[in-house]
């Protein structure tokens, strides 16, 4: 067999075990932005269901810290300023959605608190369709979340009480079910696959925001069709440390239409099983990184809904990830669709991670050892 004929055949596996990925292989019509009040909508012609969005995950409530520099060992710093906002991976994905004109849902667990009370209050300040959870005699997530003023880089001091663990049981297939995306994260891995096995039964797409290895996460990869994790995940799952081989081999194991790794402000590397596609971020007025993933993942699910290629997802979720560092808070600096759209245009690109002639080769070596023959 000629080498061109088993690329011919690993794009028909592709296209077979992953049907559903489709838009990748081709452009939608993109009519028009549209003003409105909030500069949020585009136009397209969307096939009627009864939600855009579900996300099944985390809430927190965090208290956001300035300081003027990171404190080191035995040491005293007056802090710039406190507040209390809100977050969670999960959640402020989906708020993003919400907010660039998506029907969504959230499902998430909370303890019966005043900082539950204030994630409640949030959604329904937002407009999103919450299904709550409520632990009866503990705490809901919280965050301490320091913020080195001179960098806009952050460290996460979190809590999360076990009996605000979403489980199995919790959930109810009709939340999932008229979706076109579901959104989970990678910490309550039973409950999240429980969601994503109802998605699959229902043509619903899934998409995977993971940073750590969490107990029983390889099961729920299993049912994953976007994976898009940490820049460190895939070492962790995999044991490789470049990114170049370790997205590839999440690929292969779990069979996900497109495997990626955020990378701050160098973007993202995707995998599809034939090719790397490299997106470099944007520069912009960094003052807080915290819920940059989140946006992303909230953008790239926007992006999957609006029938887009993979290359605009990805530069859509890079522009929309890197206007929310401009302010503060996970949820601070949300954009509208009107500012991702300028940035998208006039931004200035960071630096690539790779060259294409690395990417090319990679490439041409992860489809070798697919095919079990060099190229």
């Given at each position: 067999m000629s080498i061109l004929v088993k690329i011919l055949s690993?794009?028909?596996?592709?296209?077979?075990?992953?049907?559903?990925?489709?838009?990748?292989?081709?452009?939608?019509n993109f009519l028009a932005l549209v003003r409105t009040p909030e500069d949020n909508y585009l136009v397209q012609d969307l096939q009627s269901s009864h939600v855009d969005?579900?996300?099944?995950?985390?809430?927190?409530?965090?208290?956001?810290?300035?300081?003027?520099?990171?404190p080191a060992l035995d040491s005293k710093v007056e802090i710039l300023s406190a507040e209390r906002r809100s977050g969670g991976q999960t959640?402020?994905?989906?708020?993003?959605?919400q907010r660039w004109g998506l029907r969504t849902r959230y499902v998430g667990k909370i303890g019966d608190d005043e900082a539950g009370r204030f994630?409640?209050?949030?959604?329904?300040?937002?407009g999103v369709d919450a299904h709550w959870l409520v632990a009866p005699g503990c705490m809901s997530q919280t965050a301490f979340i320091l913020v080195d003023e001179k960098s806009g880089e952050r460290t996460v001091l979190w809590k999360r009480d076990r009996q605000i663990v979403l489980r199995p049981e919790d959930l109810r297939p009709d939340w999932i079910a008229g979706a076109?995306?579901?959104?989970?994260?990678?910490?309550?891995?039973?409950?999240?696959?429980?969601?994503?096995?109802?998605?699959?039964?229902?043509?619903?797409?899934?998409l995977g925001d993971?940073?750590?290895?969490?107990?029983?996460?390889?099961?729920?990869?299993?049912?994953?069709?976007?994976?898009?994790?940490?820049?460190?995940?895939?070492?962790?799952?995999?044991?490789?440390?470049?990114l170049l081989k370790s997205l590839p081999k999440m690929h292969a194991q779990f069979?996900?239409?497109?495997?990626?790794?955020?990378?701050?402000?160098?973007?993202?590397?995707?995998?599809?099983?034939?090719r790397f596609h490299l997106c470099p971020g944007f520069r912009v007025r960094t003052v807080d990184t915290t819920g940059a993933g989140d946006v992303f993942h909230g953008a790239f699910a926007y992006g999957i809904v609006r029938g887009w290629p993979a290359g605009e997802i990805l530069e859509f979720s890079c522009a929309a990830a890197g206007?929310?560092?401009?302010g503060r808070g996970a949820r601070g600096g949300i954009a509208t669709l009107i500012e991702i759209d300028r940035l998208r245009r006039r931004g200035e690109r960071s630096e690539r991670a790779y060259t294409d002639e690395e990417l090319a080769e990679a490439s041409r070596a992860a489809v070798s050892a697919s095919l079990g023959t060099p190229i």
């Amino acid at each position: 067999m000629s080498i061109l004929v088993k690329i011919l055949s690993l794009s028909i596996a592709l296209s077979v075990s992953c049907p559903r990925n489709a838009l990748f292989w081709g452009r939608v019509n993109f009519l028009a932005l549209v003003r409105t009040p909030e500069d949020n909508y585009l136009v397209q012609d969307l096939q009627s269901s009864h939600v855009d969005v579900v996300g099944v995950g985390i809430n927190a409530t965090d208290t956001v810290i300035r300081l003027p520099n990171f404190p080191a060992l035995d040491s005293k710093v007056e802090i710039l300023s406190a507040e209390r906002r809100s977050g969670g991976q999960t959640a402020s994905a989906i708020a993003a959605c919400q907010r660039w004109g998506l029907r969504t849902r959230y499902v998430g667990k909370i303890g019966d608190d005043e900082a539950g009370r204030f994630q409640q209050a949030e959604m329904a300040r937002e407009g999103v369709d919450a299904h709550w959870l409520v632990a009866p005699g503990c705490m809901s997530q919280t965050a301490f979340i320091l913020v080195d003023e001179k960098s806009g880089e952050r460290t996460v001091l979190w809590k999360r009480d076990r009996q605000i663990v979403l489980r199995p049981e919790d959930l109810r297939p009709d939340w999932i079910a008229g979706a076109r995306v579901l959104l989970i994260d990678g910490h309550d891995t039973a409950a999240s696959t429980q969601a994503a096995k109802w998605a699959r039964e229902a043509g619903t797409l899934v998409l995977g925001d993971f940073d750590n290895r969490y107990p029983g996460v390889e099961e729920l990869l299993e049912y994953v069709d976007f994976a898009i994790t940490s820049k460190d995940f895939p070492a962790r799952l995999t044991g490789e440390q470049n990114l170049l081989k370790s997205l590839p081999k999440m690929h292969a194991q779990f069979k996900c239409c497109l495997t990626g790794a955020t990378m701050g402000r160098l973007g993202v590397l995707v995998w599809n099983g034939l090719r790397f596609h490299l997106c470099p971020g944007f520069r912009v007025r960094t003052v807080d990184t915290t819920g940059a993933g989140d946006v992303f993942h909230g953008a790239f699910a926007y992006g999957i809904v609006r029938g887009w290629p993979a290359g605009e997802i990805l530069e859509f979720s890079c522009a929309a990830a890197g206007l929310n560092c401009e302010g503060r808070g996970a949820r601070g600096g949300i954009a509208t669709l009107i500012e991702i759209d300028r940035l998208r245009r006039r931004g200035e690109r960071s630096e690539r991670a790779y060259t294409d002639e690395e990417l090319a080769e990679a490439s041409r070596a992860a489809v070798s050892a697919s095919l079990g023959t060099p190229i």
